[in-house]
């Protein structure tokens, strides 16, 4: 039997400790061991409080109780995100967590919904989704395990302190085992035969070895960028912002909202996320468009409370390390490259990395096929992830500002444009197989963005106009009525998980 594999995490951000929990949660530690490497001089990035649903799985996975984290990292339920102002300014829309309607007369809901516009009836797609449905009244209830409900069909995700959550998972992955080292790393040795990294060197001058690093030092991408040099894609063309300036704010009485809002500003747009006891907001902007004096002063202008502290400025920029697994060396999180945080997708793409890197545990002499196929599936994530984040830029009709105008006129990448045009022509959302986001997602941008198709799926005509009609009304109701049963979100929280 071959030897436990010895591995070494550089930093203990969100990424960091993700990674600790669970491989500490899941592996045995006849098969690998885990020490984790931070800084707290250093610190970590200190955002990231929108999730996607996919981080319960995770949770679930490695055997983290929810309400227990819950209550821990001052989370909230979070059923979409509402997209004020993007398509055009005045127009709003949620991308919700789970489908529109449910089949009928042998053809997707929306192809019925699509024909239903045609023929005049002028209901929005919104009003045939549970979770958006749910969102607006400000109402909580877990999915019904039974298919044939209308409560089953979506999903959750949370919102959370991001600091709280990564200290959670530092005490899990401590009771299984992870050892936690202070210090800074100061220096990287590279094996001067085979190029892999062969040891780090801390200031106070203890040298560590391991079989797999993996490197979580965020933004200074230590190991996979300074040390083996791996190239960045630069994706900023496409998504143009690069830079943030954040600061919570006090959670004002009253409804507690289930979903995240992202309205659309003049050179980029603000976040606003509500946990229990506080709200998160910051405004992401194209620093061609706007100065950080004017973009600061945009977000304090439009706080639902007191600012808490000084805002803070973040710099990035858009894209993707070229194979985030190089020689012994993996990269997660803002180490393997940076999308903004439109949709929620960073923790999910580190959470991905993890379960993939998980599949795919190398013995000690790594095989490269493992390292070939890991690249190939996180780089594809990240690629579907881009096109969904252009789609939200591109396909807007506003005229008041020069970021929309850019925006709107940019040449995309052609994976974007076919998916586009064939939504456009026939009324189909192209899917993909195991992809992150699934056709409702797609489906919820295009029509909130003003996309709509000219055609739709011949099947659907199956169905006479009326009767149709009619079954969509009653699903309406049916929608409506359930929603109107369930607890409001701000109740649910206090029972299930009020924090400390
Ligand atoms: P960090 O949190 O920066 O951690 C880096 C770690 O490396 C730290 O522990 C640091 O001490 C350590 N380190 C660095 N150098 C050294 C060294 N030399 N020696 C030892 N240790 C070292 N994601 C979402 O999913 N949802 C969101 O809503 C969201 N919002 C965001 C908003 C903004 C403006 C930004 C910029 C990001 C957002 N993200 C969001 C992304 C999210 O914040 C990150 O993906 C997540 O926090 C993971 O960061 P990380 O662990 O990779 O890096």
Redesign the pocket.
């Known amino acids: 039997m071959d030897t436990p594999l010895n591995i070494v995490i550089?930093?203990?951000?969100?990424?960091?400790w993700s990674a600790a929990a669970a491989i500490a949660g899941v592996v045995s530690q006849n098969v690998a061991t885990v020490r984790l490497?931070?800084?707290e001089e250093?610190?970590?990035?200190g955002?990231?409080?929108?999730?996607l649903p996919h981080m319960k799985e995770f949770n679930d996975h490695i055997g983290v109780i929810e309400a227990d984290m819950m209550q821990q990292a001052n989370a909230t339920f979070k059923l979409g995100i509402e997209f004020v102002d993007w398509g055009y300014k005045g127009s709003s829309y949620i991308h919700p967590f789970g489908v529109h309607g449910q089949p009928l007369g042998g053809a997707m809901f929306h192809h019925q919904w699509v024909r239903s516009r045609l023929s005049g009836d002028e209901s929005s797609l919104g009003d045939y989704s549970y979770p958006i449905m749910a969102s607006r009244a400000a109402k909580f209830d877990f999915p019904s395990r039974d298919k044939n409900q209308v409560s089953s069909t979506y999903s959750y995700a949370y919102h959370f302190d991001?600091a709280l959550y990564a200290r959670y998972l530092r005490r899990f992955a401590e009771r299984r085992g992870a050892m936690r080292t202070e210090?800074?790393?100061t220096d990287v040795s590279l094996d001067g035969e085979s190029g892999d990294i062969a040891s780090i060197t801390l200031e106070n001058g203890e040298t560590v070895t391991a079989d797999l690093f993996i490197d979580?030092?965020?933004?200074?991408a230590?190991l996979i960028g300074d040390a083996l040099g791996t190239d960045y894609q630069d994706w900023s063309k496409w998504l143009p912002c690069d830079r943030?300036v954040?600061v919570p704010c006090e959670r004002q009485p009253g409804k507690l909202l289930p979903y995240t809002r992202a309205t659309a500003r003049d050179a980029g747009w603000q976040w606003r996320i509500p946990l229990q006891s506080r709200t998160g907001n910051?405004y992401?902007y194209a620093s061609d468009f706007i100065s950080e004096d004017e973009a600061a002063g945009t977000l304090l202008s439009s706080l639902d409370g007191e600012a808490q502290g000084d805002p803070r400025f973040?710099k990035?920029q858009a894209g993707r390390r070229v194979g985030s697994w190089q020689k012994n060396c993996v990269a997660i999180?803002?180490?393997s490259g940076f999308l903004e945080?439109l949709e929620?997708?960073?923790?999910?793409l580190?959470q991905q990395a993890i379960t993939t890197l998980l599949s795919f545990l190398p013995r000690k002499k790594i095989d490269p096929a493992l390292r070939t196929e890991f690249n190939r599936l996180i780089d594809l994530e990240y690629d579907r992830v881009r096109d969904f984040l252009i789609l939200h830029y591109y396909a807007n009709t506003r005229d008041d500002a020069d970021l929309w105008r850019y925006c709107r006129s940019m040449e995309v990448p052609d994976s974007l444009l076919e998916k586009l045009e064939f939504f456009r022509t026939s009324g189909h959302v192209e899917t993909y197989r195991n992809g992150l986001f699934t056709p409702a997602s797609w489906l919820a941008v295009y029509i909130g963005q003003g996309v709509m198709p000219e055609r739709y799926d011949r099947q659907a005509d199956k169905l006479p106009l009326d009767e149709m009609l009619g079954e969509i009304r009653k699903m309406k109701a049916q929608i409506a009525e359930r929603v109107d049963r369930m607890p409001s979100h701000g109740v649910f929280v206090e029972d299930y998980c009020p924090s400390n």
């Open positions: 550089v930093g203990g951000g969100t990424a960091g490497i931070e800084s250093i610190g970590t990035v955002v990231g409080e929108a999730t991001a210090g800074k790393v979580c030092t965020g933004f200074r230590l943030a954040a910051g992401v973040l990035f999180g803002l180490s945080p929620s997708t960073s923790i999910y580190i």
